[in-house]
């Protein structure tokens, strides 16, 4: 299991329905991809918690506490209390709007300065992105434009940006005005900010 909650690698939450339906997913095939896999009830758990933000691990800290405590071990019941303080996650009665995406990109224009925050920030972008595409409500192209307006400000030292597009062109032999792949864009980003793991 990843150790710190600010690794590329590690699970990043998201407080919303479908944003905490999708963690609980990732949780539990992760608890059995890694060597030795999560078996016990107790540590599953621990590392629920343990990958969430400083709120919400409050939280689930006190409703683990508030749990019977023939039930305290066992992680399906533990999920299940959880799931009934977050309205809509455990019907999965839940969707997106096109300004929870606008709002996702406000928020982080001008803030994501490590690959890790940037990672945090893809966590939540693709799970809203992909869910409007599915439904009709954005394109594949205001998906691309909504991420380019997150590349346009990150750090611009030394001309960062055209730095970033004359990469493009470089490896991909390709005009720059022509539509980029999502996986391009995303690419570029993480070359763009190095080796910046964490915050400095």
Not at 21 to 40: M, Q, R, S
Not at 175 to 185: G, I, R, S
């Amino acid at each position: 299991m990843p150790m710190g909650r600010e690794s590329p690698s590690a699970l990043h939450f998201s407080s919303t329905p479908l944003g905490i339906t999708h963690y609980f997913v990732a949780l539990e095939k992760l608890f059995g991809l890694c060597e030795p896999g999560v078996t016990g009830g107790g540590d599953k758990i621990n590392w629920a918690c343990f990958y969430t933000n400083d709120n919400t691990y409050k939280l689930w800290a006190q409703i683990h506490d508030g749990m019977d405590n023939a039930n305290k071990d066992s992680y399906d019941d533990f999920k299940m209390e959880i799931l009934k303080y977050h309205p809509g996650a455990a019907d999965n009665k839940h969707g997106y709007a096109t300004w929870d995406l606008d709002n996702l990109v406000h928020k982080w224009q001008c803030h994501i300065k490590t690959k890790g925050e940037f990672a945090e920030f893809c966590w939540d972008f693709y799970s809203i992105s992909t869910w409007l595409i599915k439904h009709n409500q954005i394109s594949v192209l205001n998906q691309q434009k909504a991420l380019l307006c997150i590349l346009k400000f990150l750090p611009t030292e030394s001309h960062l940006w055209d730095k970033r597009v004359n990469w493009l062109e470089q490896k991909y032999n390709r005009a720059v005005d022509k539509p980029w792949t999502m996986a391009e864009l995303k690419e570029t980003a993480e070359w763009a900010l190095g080796n910046t793991m964490t915050k400095v």
